[in-house]
T-cell receptor, first 117, second 115 residues
Framework: GENVEQHPSTLSVQEGDSAVIKCTYS??????FPWYKQELGKGPQLIID?????GEKKDQRIAVTLNKTAKHFSLHITETQPEDSAVYFC????????????????FGKGTKLSVKP | GAVVSQHPSRVICKSGTSVKIECRSL??????MFWYRQFPKQSLMLMAT?????????EQGVEKDKFLINHASLTLSTLTVTSAHPEDSSFYIC???????????FGDGTRLSIL
């Protein structure tokens, strides 16, 4: 089955700097890659996602890149702010047309991002 | 945007009690809902996939009789932790999506504490 590795487990940056979180996946059939932000005591919030037919996607200060050949994808946050501090999870999913089961998400172990003012 | 509501947000109860957690999709019909368990400082572990009108699909190692799932409508799934014990204490989170390869949207979780 799919296995998702996420690095680093903790990341501390100065306000205004960029933060990069990387994930690798094992199943070449995976075709959907969301990123979630989880604040303390809350459920994960979808912040950006990318599908396998796209190499890069941007939404204001957040971008995600996907390298299908190498089976890795990354989250880039620019001009970080203290409110970006949270745990970030990457995930991978295989859709039904690839024989997967209902788009189940396989999550990485998370990255705790701390942005220091 | 899509909103998933989970209730209650926190439960504290005695060992042996059964606890029901509700997950509702507020502005869309969810063909599938998912139930996760999250231990402190760890990732989300999928417990089961809930499909409207049919039996839930449980992940390996998850006891069906312990964690009862009902998905009676396209907007509501419930998880009942039966005869809960302290080891069942955890953060339970549900999610919902409109269909496969559609984003999963998560509720805010239920903190379950069994004394």
């Amino acid at each position: 089955g799919e296995n998702v590795e996420q690095h680093p487990s903790t990341l501390s940056v100065q306000e205004g700097d960029s933060a990069v979180i990387k994930c690798t996946y094992s199943d070449s059939a995976s075709n959907y890659f969301p990123w979630y932000k989880q604040e303390l005591g809350k459920g994960p919030q979808l912040i950006i996602d990318i599908r396998s037919n796209v190499g890069e996607k941007k939404d204001q200060r957040i971008a995600v890149t996907l390298n299908k050949t190498a089976k890795h994808f990354s989250l880039h946050i620019t001009e970080t702010q203290p409110e970006d501090s949270a745990v970030y999870f990457c995930a991978a999913s295989v859709g039904l047309n690839y024989g997967g089961s209902q788009g189940n998400l396989i999550f990485g172990k998370g990255t705790k991002l701390s942005v220091k003012p | 945007g899509a909103v998933v509501s989970q209730h209650p947000s926190r439960v504290i109860c005695k060992s042996g009690t059964s606890v029901k957690i509700e997950c509702r999709s507020l502005d869309f019909q969810a063909t599938t809902m998912f139930w996760y368990r999250q231990f402190p400082k760890q990732s989300l572990m999928l417990m089961a996939t809930s499909n409207e009108g049919s039996k839930a699909t449980y992940e390996q190692g998850v006891e069906k009789d312990k964690f009862l799932i009902n998905h009676a409508s396209l907007t509501l799934s419930t998880l009942t932790v039966t005869s809960a014990h302290p080891e069942d204490s955890s953060f339970y989170i549900c999610s919902a999506h409109r269909g496969f390869n559609q984003p999963q949207h998560f509720g805010d979780g239920t903190r379950l504490s069994i004394l």
